[in-house]
């Protein structure tokens, strides 16, 4: 069984629309968790942290459910740029360490 | 200020060839870390430095796979000898020496062994 586990869509959906990611984990010892996003053939990039009080940036939101071991990022009015793969990330570490992908799960927003 | 960067950007080598890797981290970060994305794989941590000292080699397949830091500065990934299963993408990432939660990813080495 995968540390860390996500639906690998593809998503497509409208511009606008309102879209939700879901990833579950397996250790529950897991401390740190993040959503990362990829572009096609680009390095991962941090897109934000989730803390366990949930967290907001600008269209984008994370939950954790440390219960269920469970992560959440919510992308509202979707855009075009949006288009890219989400990877949750999870560290049994709270500072710099080794960090644990899921798979990735590919969004397209269309026009 | 620059960001992480590999070289080479691509590398298509002849199984039982050696292919060294290279990255230089953000200056400054001490702790450098190398992951590999196996195609149709998800990216796996292969292992961790602090500046010279290797942290958790805990992701190294195998001891054909030697990684150094001499210095503390940049870091090599050396093959030897590669094998099919090798081919993939090799992400190197930095962060600072204090807590941080962002790795900043270099664009990766696409390492292709035929």
């Known amino acids: 069984r995968k540390e860390v586990e996500q639906d690998p869509g593809p998503f497509n959906v409208p511009e606008g629309a309102t879209v939700a990611f879901n990833c579950t984990y397996s250790n529950s010892a897991s401390q740190s968790f993040f959503w990362y996003r990829q572009d096609c053939r680009k390095e991962p990039k941090l897109l934000m942290s989730?803390?366990?009080s949930g967290n907001e940036d600008g269209r984008f939101t994370a939950q954790l459910n440390r219960a269920s071991q469970y992560i959440s990022l919510l992308i509202r009015d979707s855009k075009l740029s949006d288009s890219a793969t989400y990877l949750c990330v999870v560290s049994r570490y709270s500072s710099a360490s080794k960090i644990i992908f899921g798979s990735g799960t590919r969004l397209s927003i269309r026009p | 200020e620059a960001g992480v960067t590999q070289f080479p950007s691509h590398s298509v080598i002849e199984k039982g060839q050696t292919v060294t890797l290279r990255c230089d981290p953000i200056?400054?970060?001490?702790?450098l870390y190398w992951y590999r994305r196996v195609m149709g794989k998800e990216i796996k941590f292969l292992l961790h430095?602090?500046?010279?000292?290797?942290?958790?080699e805990s992701g190294m397949p195998n001891n054909r796979f030697l990684a150094e830091r001499t210095g503390g500065t940049y870091s090599t990934l050396k093959v030897q000898p590669a094998e099919l299963e090798d081919s993939g993408v090799y992400f190197c990432?930095?962060?600072?020496?204090?807590?941080?939660?962002?790795?900043?990813f270099g664009p990766g080495t696409r390492l292709t062994v035929t």
């Open positions: 200056s400054g970060h001490d702790n």
């Open positions: 430095f602090v500046k010279e000292s290797k942290q958790d």
């Open positions: 989730v803390y366990s």
């Open positions: 990432a930095s962060s600072p020496r204090v807590a941080s939660y962002e790795q900043y």
